[in-house]
């Protein structure tokens, strides 16, 4: 299937279209449907992908706009692959353990387009085509927050939307300005990022647009101190809404700082080495410090998700293969993790309709299902050994120890703060005597509810014991990215001169 990557962009949005004329009382079943046969696709492109390859795969290309060098054009590399499998994978199981009965079409019909639009930013090689993909996903996102969120849910249906579209424009122009640099030194426009990569900058124009798509990028990972809309965001949104936003929405953010600053800015990404990383490891402390200080369990897994995305930034500006390979499956990792905990908070609010810790103690007696299944994942989010969160973590300060022992110290104390903040949820949560009555006939996990979450402890163990399969491809495409940022950077064009590089064209 050449096309493989067009059908899996375009399938969830045809089939949500679709889903207007389907029956109400059968739209979960057909959203289920529909993301399961979209896995498979994922899975079929993974098992087809050719892991010794380290450039881009099954790539489509047809002209949109010819004379503004404006294409449909998307390809994938062990980068983005397996950012695509487990977007198709969240999606389904968040359909499957999602609880919603309010308007429940309209919701299946909300999160196939919004997988549409999240597997198209990933596999978008053209600027416009991926800012076009970027910009749709506030849409869906937007309205699960603001139609089945909390009390809030408009003011943080709002806020998200408009500290994601600022920085989206800020980018925007960018991306317009960039291909005007393209277009003075060629004599045609392109908005291709394979064409883009051959464009070497002098340093000062590098680090006007480095800033212009860090305002993009930072604002949607996001980044302190640009942090704020997210605890509101996860605080208000549904469950499923804060699963496919920790797990996937936010991935766009430090996906983009790999895909497009690393390589377009190389120099001024070394500069800007010092000042991120600062920023990333007070996002590590910072937030991890906040956590610990609330009440609300939903709002500890919101600042602690901030926490770990500081690391996925350090591992991507140590600017070495462990660091960004270690960054890439973190996000990977943490997206499992991180969504299977929001799940878990959904499973116990739809009972009891309330998050706060001082309502619950003794849950072990009452759901040892789900306090097992909710100790995996805590353990995994700590980065205990042999389970998922611990591969990514290590490679990253791994990478970043050679740029820093000391930030990598720093960056480490996540382990240490993020033990205590999520043993504490756990002891709270889970142990001591059942003090509160309501609480005596809470019904232990449901067959759809571990549907949805035995995959994912399977995934954490397995990933942990044996990350191979997921870290060899990633691995390959990476250090030809590194390779490549090395050949632009010691171009032996002048630094004040914008140019083409031909040696660079030949390593792209």
Known sequence: MDNILSVLVFFPAIAGLLGFVVDKGSARVYGISVATVELLLALWLWMS????????????????????????????????????????????????????????????ISLLFLEMTMIGVFVALDAIVFYLFWELSLVPMLYIIGAWGGPLRIY?????????????????????????????????????????????????????????????????VPMFPFHTWLPYAHGQAPTIGSVILAAVLLKMGTYGFVRFSLPLFPDASVMMIWPISVLAIIMVIYTAMVAYAQEDIKQVIAYSSVSHMGIIILGTFAMNAEGISGSIFLMLSHGIVSGALFMLVGVIYDRRHTKLMSEFGGLAAVMPKYAVIFGFMLMASVGLPLTIGFVGEFLVLLGFYEISPIGAILGGTTIIIGAIYMLTVYKRTFFGPVTNEKNKTLPDLNGKELTALVPLVAIVIWLGVYPKPVLGPIDTSVKALISFMHEKARSDIAKDTITLSKSVKEAK
């Open 49 to 108: 992908f050719d892991t010794a390859n380290a450039g881009m795969q099954y790539v489509e290309l047809i002209p949109l706009v010819p004379d503004f060098g404006i294409n449909y054009y998307v390809g994938v590399d062990g980068i983005s692959l397996f950012i695509v499998v487990m977007t198709a994978l969240m999606t389904l199981l968040g359909m499957i353990g999602m609880s919603i009965e309010k308007e429940i079409k309209n919701m299946i």
């Open 156 to 220: 943080a249906s709002v806020k998200f939307f408009l500290y994601t579209f600022t920085g989206s424009l800020i980018m925007l122009v960018g991306m317009l300005f960039m291909a005007y640099l393209y277009n003075s030194v060629s004599g045609v426009w392109s908005f291709s990022l394979t064409d883009w990569y051959a464009l070497v900058l002098p340093e000062n124009y590098q680090i006007w647009l480095f800033l212009a798509f860090f305002a993009g990028f930072a604002i949607k």
